[in-house]
């Protein structure tokens, strides 16, 4: 994946993260400013404000031939420091390698790191995922207790009804 090398070739000094396919320039309050197709090297076609930016701050990604942004991110990236870091998602613990910790950095593979979301100490990471599959069964058995009541009530007035009989006056 080569967004690094996509990063430095245009001298990008925004935030540059990979986020469902996509290469995405952004800042921190709008992660999404440019939105570049990484299987195509297509820029999506930006709203003005965003279009804007791109023309003003990074004139010569706005001209790049799709062809070319494509080679740039079919790039191997090269980085000077691998250091581990630890984030949680569903029931996986993952290792993930970057040159800095903490946000505004990204990951090798260009997940943006929020510090919520990636630990460098494995223990925090255990912790953490134990208690998010504590809060998620808690919710579970709660909605199970819920529904529960409510097929309870709905069953009550099935035995109400398949024991009245219809009248004719």
Same mark, same amino acid.
């Given at each position: 994946?080569?967004?690094?090398?996509?990063?430095?070739?245009?001298?990008?000094?925004?935030?540059?993260?990979?986020?469902?396919?996509?290469?995405?320039?952004?800042?921190?309050?709008?992660?999404?400013?440019?939105?570049?197709?990484?299987?195509?090297?297509?820029?999506?076609?930006?709203?003005?404000?965003?279009?804007?930016?791109?023309?003003?701050?990074?004139?010569?990604?706005?001209?790049?031939?799709?062809?070319?942004?494509?080679?740039?991110? %079919?790039?191997?990236?090269?980085? !000077?420091? $691998?250091?581990?870091? +630890?984030?949680? @998602?569903? =029931? /996986?613990? *993952?290792?993930?390698?970057?040159?800095?910790?903490?946000?505004?950095?990204?990951?090798?593979?260009?997940?943006?790191?929020?510090?919520?979301?990636?630990?460098?100490?494995? %223990?925090?990471?255990?912790?953490? !995922?134990? $208690?998010?599959?504590? +809060?998620?069964? @808690?919710? =579970? /058995?709660? *909605?199970?207790?819920?529904?529960?009541?409510?097929?309870?009530?709905?069953?009550?007035?099935?035995?109400?009804?398949?024991?009245?009989?219809?009248?004719?006056?």
């Amino acid at each position: 994946m080569g967004w690094n090398a996509f990063k430095k070739h245009f001298g990008i000094t925004h935030i540059v993260q990979i986020r469902e396919r996509q290469l995405l320039i952004g800042s921190p309050y709008i992660s999404d400013l440019v939105s570049i197709n990484i299987d195509t090297g297509i820029i999506k076609k930006p709203e003005p404000y965003h279009d804007r930016f791109l023309r003003e701050n990074y004139p010569n990604v706005s001209a790049a031939m799709p062809s070319e942004i494509k080679a740039l991110l %079919d790039a191997e990236d090269t980085f !000077a420091e $691998s250091i581990p870091v +630890y984030t949680y @998602e569903g =029931l /996986r613990i *993952s290792t993930k390698y970057c040159e800095e910790v903490g946000y505004p950095n990204v990951t090798h593979d260009g997940a943006l790191m929020f510090d919520n979301t990636f630990l460098m100490d494995i %223990d925090d990471v255990v912790a953490w !995922a134990k $208690s998010e599959r504590g +809060y998620r069964l @808690e919710n =579970l /058995r709660e *909605s199970i207790t819920e529904r529960s009541k409510e097929l309870d009530k709905l069953l009550g007035t099935l035995r109400l009804l398949d024991q009245e009989e219809i009248v004719f006056e």
